[in-house]
Nanobody
Framework: QVHLVESGGGLVQAGGSLRLSCAAS????????MGWYRQTPGKQRELVAT???????NYADSVKGRFTISRDNAKNTVALQMNSLKPEDTAVYYC????????WGQGTQVTVSS
């Protein structure tokens, strides 16, 4: 079983920055994809950014140039540096890991005030 724990959410003013972190523990297959997704009430969960175990990244168009995803394979962690935050970035952010199965974290709230 794999367990994901997110941290780093909070309240920030528009234009500010936050850094989210996710630590994975358990039996993790070496070849995997980790990523961040977000969800607001009444909407489907959407991709923010993903990164493979070989450091290939993918971003949603809405966050390109503002967010940066990174990972530490030795520590099984993934981070999301969020800069130039906008009120529309407000959401619950979830960490996801996919190896032979799919795992999700519990989510962390990010609120961007205008």
């Amino acid at each position: 079983q794999v367990h994901l724990v997110e941290s780093g959410g909070g309240l920030v003013q528009a234009g500010g920055s936050l850094r989210l972190s996710c630590a994975a523990s358990g039996s993790i297959f070496g070849i995997n994809v980790m990523g961040w997704y977000r969800q607001t009430p009444g909407k489907q969960r959407e991709l923010v950014a993903t990164i493979t175990s070989s450091d290939s990244t993918n971003y949603a168009d809405s966050v390109k140039g503002r967010f940066t995803i990174s990972r530490d394979n030795a520590k099984n962690t993934v981070a999301l540096q969020m800069n130039s935050l906008k009120p529309e970035d407000t959401a619950v952010y979830y960490c996801r890991l996919v190896d032979l199965r799919e795992y999700w974290g519990q989510g962390t709230q990010v609120t961007v005030s205008s």
